[in-house]
């Protein structure tokens, strides 16, 4: 794996993680997402050169609550952040920010962050783009081309999602056992509603539907690292790999659909069926 693709693997990997510890500090999408994508652009500069950080996801947080407190700072006309108050982007990677993040906060971070995304007051088709825009982090254009809209068409879904989110005043306290409960199922049945708009589709849409299948598997895996005994996020995660395990056998050469019995089962991957 070239550096490059490594650093974008781990920003991947740690968005979620990261996004909800700065929507829980912040308390506004716009801005945790604004300060996610400053550590983003500081990592990129950063880590070519210094190394990879010890935990990437802390590293993230925390160059981006700095630059977060800034921003909000300079639009409130206060001055900046005092240096001895930050956390440098310029750590290396022995620095001890892995040891200041509050691991306690982990779960409930991400769960908050994948509940607000598919929160009630939403259509389905606004859950599915701003989760896929908040904790993916697929751009609006992979999304519109997924979705077969326009561009300006998913941007506008994007931000009136948002704004319904800001305007329901969705809570950000760390839920309890029962709520915790009811939120779970709330996000996989998201997650499979993200699956549904990949799977659900004709062999000419196929190709740029497949990455929504791709991220509900990604989203699913998620959630089992986080719940690994949840009888519900189990099956979810089986079923959303059984069913795209079968993917390049679904259609024939002419694009039509093939029947479970008659699909050539040598296409199938063994490597997704083992793990569901």
């Given at each position: 794996m070239t550096e490059m693709a490594w650093i974008s693997s781990a920003i991947s990997a740690a968005r979620p993680q990261a996004m909800g510890a700065l929507l829980r500090y912040f308390r506004d999408l716009d801005t945790a997402e604004e300060a996610f994508q400053d550590a983003c652009l500081r990592a990129l500069k950063n880590w070519p050169q210094n190394g990879p950080p010890r935990d990437p996801a802390a590293w993230l947080i925390f160059v981006g609550r700095n630059s977060g407190i800034d921003a909000v700072r300079k639009r409130a006309k206060q001055a900046p952040m005092p240096e001895e108050d930050q956390v440098s982007d310029l750590e290396d990677a022995e620095s001890d920010i892995a040891e200041r993040l509050d691991g306690a906060h982990y779960r409930d971070d991400i769960l908050r962050l994948l509940f607000i995304c598919c929160h009630p007051d939403l259509p389905a088709t606004q859950q599915i783009a701003v989760a896929l825009r908040i904790v993916s982090g697929l751009t609006v254009k992979q999304i519109a081309r997924a979705f077969l809209v326009g561009e300006s068409a998913m941007e506008q879904r994007i931000t009136r999602a948002k704004a319904r989110i800001a305007d329901a005043g969705v809570p950000f306290e760390t839920p309890g056992a029962v709520e915790r409960s009811?939120?779970?199922?709330?996000?996989?049945?998201?997650?499979?509603?993200?699956?549904?708009?990949?799977?659900?589709?004709?062999?000419?849409?196929?190709?740029?539907?497949?990455?929504?299948?791709?991220?509900?598997?990604?989203?699913?895996?998620?959630?089992?690292?986080?719940?690994?005994?949840?009888?519900?996020?189990?099956?979810?995660?089986?079923?959303?790999?059984?069913?795209?395990?079968?993917?390049?056998?679904?259609?024939?050469?002419?694009?039509?659909?093939?029947?479970?019995?008659?699909?050539?089962?040598?296409?199938?991957?063994?490597?997704?069926?083992?793990?569901?």
């Open positions: 009811e939120r779970l199922a709330a996000v996989a049945a998201m997650v499979y509603l993200v699956f549904n708009e990949g799977y659900s589709t004709n062999s000419g849409e196929a190709p740029a539907r497949a990455p929504l299948c791709e991220e509900a598997i990604r989203l699913a895996r998620l959630l089992l690292r986080l719940f690994q005994t949840e009888p519900e996020i189990m099956g979810l995660t089986a079923l959303l790999l059984l069913q795209h395990a079968r993917a390049p056998a679904r259609f024939d050469e002419s694009g039509e659909i093939v029947l479970l019995e008659d699909q050539d089962r040598s296409l199938w991957s063994r490597k997704m069926i083992d793990e569901g």
